[in-house]
């Protein structure tokens, strides 16, 4: 099993930002050798982690090389 995370600080997201989120959200729920996602806000709300399990390193790198990750 292999695993992405993604840290940020949540601040003033736009429009833009949000449909991007979801797609990439949706993309990578679609792609073969998807195991699961585990979302993790901290407890003063100022991190979030959302972590995106993966069967192989390859199934994790044709998620990174998907059209919808890059853009």
Do not use: C, K
Not at 7 to 26: H, K, S, V
Not at 45 to 60: F, H
Request: hydrophobic content about 45%; overall charge negative.
């Amino acid at each position: 099993m292999f695993s992405a995370a993604f840290i940020w600080e949540p601040g003033q997201y736009d429009a833009e930002f949000e449909r991007l989120d979801a797609l990439i959200d949706a993309v990578a729920r679609a792609m073969p050798g998807f195991l699961g996602v585990e979302v993790w806000v901290s407890e003063s709300g100022q991190r979030r982690n959302a972590t995106y399990y993966w069967a192989s390193l390859e199934d994790v790198q044709a998620f990174s090389q998907h059209p919808h990750h890059l853009e």
